[in-house]
């Protein structure tokens, strides 16, 4: 079985043996599945065990007082769910199952353990964080500066770089047992706009949403119609073309500009290295 933790991670360094097989330690430890709906986590829990996705589809979800939500994340495997209470305590929104899904709880202690052994494993961990984060950012750009076709687009083509990223993606198709009220309440639309704009990209042929899986029939048109920016998730290795790591979602998302004049200056000494 491969670690979605691990391909998640080495987007941002290269791991070495060492950090490989700790990181395969934490599939050691109990897991538990989750019934869609089921809540994870709830607001005000001080949690013992750091929850890692390693099947299945959960949110971030905040509920208030007169009932209203916000879905504020997709959770998929690799995603850590609750890192921050090593400094908040307790948990100040929801995670929830939004399909079945299949969490291994790691005892916190391990993981203080984990990041005081490798320098390089705390970075990565860093950067996992950093990227939740960013994530978050964008949906605010979502709300305030994109229209329902461009959020929806948005929505689709991240979550199809995030699916490649840990593998779990077939002929550009991923699983997304998602309903029009939750893609409403996580894109601040209502469901009958969601279903308007739904009907529009298939209609496009931009997206096919069939049995809770969603394919995209052709990536670069949808990125095109969403006016998707790769930057925010900080795929450092695919962006440098670093390694086989590169190679899951290098179609998706571009090149660093450094990384092309690099390539630019090795195909040059290349060619006069040839020539002589």
């Given at each position: 079985m491969s670690n979605p933790l691990t391909m998640k991670l080495e987007q941002f360094t290269r791991l070495d043996t060492a950090e490989r097989n700790r990181l395969d330690q934490l599939l050691n430890f109990p897991t538990e599945t989750y019934a869609p709906r089921k809540v994870i986590i709830e607001r005000g829990d001080k949690v013992q065990n750091i929850h890692l996705v390693l099947s299945g589809l959960a949110m971030r979800r905040k509920e208030l007082r007169d009932g209203s939500r916000q879905v504020m994340a997709f959770l998929i495997p690799g995603d850590l769910c609750d890192v921050e209470v090593f400094v908040l305590q307790a948990m100040d929104h929801d995670i929830v199952a939004v399909a079945e899904t299949t969490c291994v709880l790691i005892p916190a202690d391990t993981m203080v353990e984990l990041l005081t052994e490798s320098s390089n494993l705390t970075w990565a961990m860093w950067w996992g964080t950093m990227v939740d984060s960013a994530i978050l950012r964008e949906w605010i750009v979502d709300h305030g500066a994109r229209d329902a076709r461009e959020r929806l687009a948005h929505l689709f083509y991240e979550m199809l770089v995030r699916y490649r990223v840990v593998g779990a993606t077939t002929d550009n198709s991923y699983p997304f047992p998602v309903t029009q009220e939750l893609l409403a309440d996580g894109l601040g639309l209502t469901s009958v706009h969601v279903n308007r704009v739904l009907q529009e990209l298939r209609a496009e042929d931009l997206i096919?949403?069939?049995?809770?899986?969603?394919?995209?029939?052709?990536?670069?048109?949808?990125?095109?119609?969403?006016?998707?920016?790769?930057?925010?998730?900080?795929?450092?290795?695919?962006?440098?073309?670093?390694?086989?790591?590169?190679?899951r979602a290098a179609d998706l998302v571009p090149m660093q500009r450094q990384a092309v004049v690099q390539r630019a200056v090795r195909r040059v000494k290349d060619r006069f290295s040839s020539q002589d």
């Open positions: 096919e949403f069939e049995n809770k899986v969603v394919t995209i029939p052709d990536p670069a048109r949808l990125k095109k119609a969403a006016k998707f920016e790769a930057d925010y998730l900080h795929l450092v290795r695919t962006e440098a073309r670093d390694g086989k790591v590169a190679e």
